[in-house]
């Protein structure tokens, strides 16, 4: 989808006059308007949002209020396809930019996995092979996953959904995040050598041997995060250099020799409760988006938080939901002209709806 530029008056506004005509829209709008913030927004769009969260928390969020007829996802597009397929057809999710995509998501198409399938199925029984897709992926991987028994999986049970996906057969595929595939086959006690094969999709048979695909359980999409790939053993030995007491924390999109590495793994909503419910003055080192890192910073004075890297790794394509966009979508909605509408079709709504119902009941 294509963001046409902004109407050229939002781009003339100062951050000040933004922000109060965001508040006034919303005011206008009422109760007909919910605003879901993703944690790796930008504090100016968070002190706008009804609720914040994960992908996964924001989705049950946005169906608290049947009564809402619009639902701003200031998030990215897949988010806001997901919310669109849990929410009744009443309501309309905007995604206030469409370049908001997210890359991860973008290296797993629907044409390559069907092709993947295919080739898979030429050299094992596929029928025997559960397909599972992170929630960070397309809507119409979530139908392919959907309509093979397969399921789609957060971040937060991902090793409870590969365990349930292998319960059901003799392998799986597990896409597009290469990273907390193994990841969480490891933590099921799998070893990454001779147990998972990676897939490279621009490569006959994924760059396999039919022997690789054979002897193992997970074939793992080569997909990864370009904020959590960031994180390496040497910042983990740097941070550990610099203060002895500090807890290294970070996301299982990480590689695996981070998270091993490691103190604490786990989602997002993992890291925020872990870091709230330390104790006062300990130390954080966390490998994970930065708006998320400072704002634990900012609202847990009593303990020292950094971000691993250095370098500082916010999330480019979140960064595109810029407060002048939400104005002019709000704006916009004030108006009568719902822009940027969210709708995914109802042939591949159906399927997707079916993976993200068994998400909900794995845990
Ligand atoms: S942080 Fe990574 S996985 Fe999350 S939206 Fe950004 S690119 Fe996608």
């Given at each position: 989808m294509y963001q046409a530029p902004l109407p050229v008056e939002y781009a003339a506004l100062t951050p000040e006059e933004v922000d109060l005509r965001i508040r006034a829209a919303k005011a206008a709008l009422g109760s007909a308007l919910v605003i879901l913030g993703h944690h790796y927004q930008r504090d100016e769009i968070i002190a706008h949002a009804d609720y914040r969260g994960d992908s996964y928390k924001l989705c049950k969020d946005a169906?608290?209020?049947?009564?809402?007829?619009?639902i701003v996802f200031c998030g990215v597009h897949f988010m806001a396809e997901s919310a669109d397929i849990l929410t009744p057809d009443s309501m309309q999710v905007i995604l206030?930019?469409?370049?908001?995509?997210c890359s991860m998501a973008d290296m797993a198409n629907h044409f390559q996995v069907k092709s993947c399938w295919k080739q898979l199925s030429a050299v094992t029984d596929s029928s025997k092979v559960t397909p599972v897709t992170y929630i960070n992926s397309a809507a119409n991987l979530k139908s392919f996953v959907g309509e093979h028994g397969g399921t789609v999986c957060t971040s937060t049970n991902a090793p409870a959904a590969v365990q349930w996906a292998l319960d059901r057969g003799e392998k799986m595929l597990f896409f597009p995040d290469q990273h907390l595939g193994r990841n969480s086959g490891v933590k099921l006690?799998?070893?990454?050598?001779?147990d998972m094969a990676l897939w490279?999709?621009?490569?006959?048979?994924?760059?396999?041997?039919p022997e690789k695909i054979a002897a193992s359980k997970f074939i793992l999409w080569k997909g990864h995060c370009s904020v959590h790939k960031r994180f390496t053993l040497e910042q983990i030995a740097t941070a550990r250099r610099n203060d002895p007491e500090v807890n290294i924390l970070v996301h299982p999109e990480c590689p695996l020799e981070v998270v091993q590495a490691s103190d604490f793994n786990g989602s997002t909503e993992f890291i925020i409760n872990k870091v709230r419910d330390s104790a006062p003055g300990s130390s954080w080192a966390i490998g994970t988006e930065i708006n998320l890192v400072s704002r634990l910073a900012k609202e847990e004075p009593t303990k020292r938080i950094t971000c691993l890297d250095s370098q500082i790794c916010p999330c480019a394509t979140m960064y595109r939901i810029h407060p002048s966009f939400l104005c002019w979508v709000l704006e916009e909605l004030v108006a009568g002209r719902p822009m940027n509408v969210i709708k995914v079709p109802e042939e591949t709504a159906q399927f997707a709806r079916l993976a993200l119902d068994r998400m909900l009941q794995i845990s």
């Open positions: 169906n608290r209020h049947p009564e809402a007829k619009f206030p930019n469409l370049a908001a995509g006690g799998f070893n990454p050598e001779k490279d999709p621009f490569k006959p048979l994924g760059g396999n041997t």
